[in-house]
């Protein structure tokens, strides 16, 4: 077991941490006051599109920095997943930043389906475009009217007639629904009750200009749309979609996702990684350079040990994180589900309390959009939520582990 980085993830490294020091931390700030002026309020069918992360887009992809998270030499860069792991670091010190490489969560789990599971038919039609950047896509899992931290509660249904498929039902949390290019959702449904538990629900494409979808509205996260992207509530009424449309199978769904979330997964704890490194790395400078009752504000309130803290509690964080990518790449998702869970537990909790330091340690600036701070609050709050409630993960991690105990 070595992490040192290979010498490919280290150049495709230092290439991001150029492009990122070069392009994007320049214009971090403005950007994201720009996005809050230009997308007002909830009004997603009117929200636009910043100019300038588009034009670095079309940079990113000029530089050979483009679908980095995409093991095909073809395709992709063929990083492993603990070789793209670090790249996913970096960029998660700017949010918006994965877009610009074409790395942007739901999109890359997307088509990480796509390129697993996806037909010929499929892959063409969808993958292609999403891999160039032509469109957008959002993944429909979560309901609002059931519990959905149990995923087999899922009742929006999918039903065959003949050559088409036919679905009902309401999803929400949609992530990147609002976005103008968002044109497909995969949709997961119930499509055989009569099945075990884990083998009734599929996956389906689904275009979002298909007759019988109604886009109802964007939820606000703390406060925030989290414009032009936002995160949504979609309805569907008898939408008709041909079969060709369902992936691998009917009551493939559970297998599907369980490929689908385990590397997106590492991806979502490295981005939160780079986002407590950077929230240090605020509170460092800041806590050096304010004085309160004559002392820096690091030397007071016992504050040097939480910083202390912060950095054991990172550097902890990462070495699971890159454990789990090690055993993915070594012995595949399915015998890296304790890792996998487990640090979908440890990195978020991490991410709330460094932020939280950060945020103590800024006083009112810290709540205020002078510092990215606030965005990082409510990103590290969500994320304990999104792709499962820690107590999920908890309770997978507890089934593992004392079933290594059976018949002892």
């Not at 039903?159 to 088409?164: A, L, R």
Request: charged content about 25%.
């Amino acid at each position: 077991m070595d992490f040192q980085h290979s010498q490919k993830a280290q150049e495709y490294l230092a290439r991001v941490k150029a492009f990122m020091q070069e392009h994007v931390y320049p214009i971090e700030d403005q950007v994201y006051a720009d996005m809050h002026a230009m997308n007002p309020g909830g009004d997603w069918v009117n929200w636009k599109l910043h100019p300038q992360v588009e034009a670095l887009k079309k940079e990113a992809k000029k530089q050979g920095l483009w679908n980095l998270f995409l093991p095909d030499e073809k395709l992709g860069k063929a990083l492993s997943c603990i070789e793209y792991a670090p790249l996913a670091e970096e960029m998660g010190r700017v949010p918006f930043s994965p877009e610009i490489f074409n790395c942007n969560a739901p999109d890359t789990g997307n088509m990480e389906v796509l390129y697993h599971f996806g037909s010929e038919y499929q892959q063409q039609t969808w993958l292609t475009p999403l891999l160039n950047g032509e469109i957008r896509s959002v993944f429909g899992m979560t309901e609002p009217d059931v519990a959905s931290s149990d995923a087999t509660n899922m009742a929006a249904t999918i039903e065959m007639d003949g050559d088409e498929v036919v679905i009902n039902g309401k999803k929400w949390w949609s992530t990147g629904l609002g976005h103008p290019n968002a044109k497909v959702t995969i949709f997961m449904g119930l499509s055989n009750p009569e099945n075990e538990r884990h083998a009734q629900h599929s996956m389906v494409i689904v275009p979002l200009d298909s007759k019988g979808i109604e886009i109802k509205r964007m939820l606000q996260a703390y406060g925030d749309y989290d414009a032009p992207y936002g995160h949504g509530e979609m309805h569907f009424t008898n939408v008709r979609v041909p079969k060709e449309n369902i992936i691998t199978g009917l009551g493939k769904g559970f297998a599907i996702a369980q490929g689908r979330l385990g590397p997106g997964r590492i991806h979502h704890c490295m981005r939160a990684i780079g986002m407590a490194e950077k929230a240090l790395e605020l509170a460092i400078k800041r806590g050096l350079s304010r004085t309160a009752f004559g002392k820096p504000i690091l030397k007071l309130g016992g504050n040097g040990e939480r910083l202390a803290d912060a950095r054991m509690a990172i550097d902890q964080a990462r070495l699971m994180t890159l454990n789990a990518a090690w055993k993915i790449d070594a012995v595949g998702v399915k015998n890296a589900m304790t890792e996998i869970s487990a640090i979908k537990v440890v990195v978020p909790r991490m991410l709330q309390n460094v932020v939280d330091m950060a945020v103590q340690i800024h006083g009112g600036a810290g709540m205020c959009n002078d510092f990215p701070l606030a965005r990082f609050a409510a990103g590290a709050r969500a994320l304990r939520l999104a792709d499962g409630p820690d107590e999920v993960h908890q309770a997978m991690v507890t089934r593992l582990e004392l079933k290594k105990y059976v018949n002892r």
